[in-house]
């Protein structure tokens, strides 16, 4: 038409590859598929941590477990047979 400017077309512009990027937006379409595939898990691992009661009757303390035995002898002899006496240095 006359009087009428041609429109410009503008030039495809380069798109220059980016290593880091790329790997950048991998990683996130990875975490976001990982979290959607196990976001209805059911492992004991994403339960909330509840209180038990303790094992036995109701009302009834957990049996005590005896502390370390205190070695007062140098000449102790082990389940193993093996004494000080063994031992050459």
Not at 34 to 41: L, M, P, V
Not at 52 to 78: C, E, H, K, M, N
Request: no cysteine; proline share 11%.
């Amino acid at each position: 038409m006359i009087g009428e400017k041609p429109v410009l077309v503008a030039p495809p512009a380069k798109i220059e590859y980016d290593a880091e990027a790329a790997r950048i937006y991998g990683e996130q379409m990875y975490w976001e598929d990982y979290y959607e595939r196990n976001s209805d898990d059911s492992s004991g691992a994403r339960r909330k941590k509840t209180a038990r009661p303790a094992a036995g009757q109701p009302g009834q303390s957990p049996p005590q477990v005896p502390g370390p035995t205190q070695v007062l002898d140098d000449d102790v002899i082990f389940d193993s047979g093996i004494t000080d006496e063994d031992v050459p240095f």
